[in-house]
Nanobody
């Protein structure tokens, strides 16, 4: 069974940086996309960024382009999300996710979720 373990997150002032990591285990279906969604209080869950296991191509949602960078971690099925120039509107619970499809952004097409980690950006 696929399991996603997240780490990182925390509290930072606006303009600061944080890094999230996600380690997946039990993946047997390939290729897949791994990345993050986030959910602010009272808001719907939205896509942030993803990485393809096939060719390491990346995808970013518009609000984070140029500020966030997703990359493969040290392990085989791991990913990192470097978040720079954080803004208060980036605050929310960030969920690592895996999809066996090729698209990203619709939570209905996610096949596995991590437990979520809180990111809080103060103004």
């Amino acid at each position: 069974q696929v399991r996603l373990v997240e780490s990182g997150g925390g509290l930072v002032q606006a303009g600061g940086s944080l890094r999230l990591s996600c380690e997946a285990s039990g993946i047997i279906v390939r290729p897949y996309r791994i990345g993050w969604f986030r959910q602010a209080p009272g808001q719907e869950r939205e896509g942030v960024a993803s990485l393809s296991s096939l060719d390491e191509s990346t995808y970013y949602e518009n609000p984070v382009k140029g500020r966030f960078t997703i990359s493969r971690g040290n392990g085989k099925d791991t990913a990192r999300l470097q978040m720079n120039r954080l803004r208060p509107e980036d605050t929310g619970v960030y969920y690592c996710a895996v999809s066996y499809g090729d698209s990203w952004g619709d939570p209905d097409y996610i096949d596995r979720w991590g437990q979520g980690t809180q990111v809080t950006v103060s103004s």
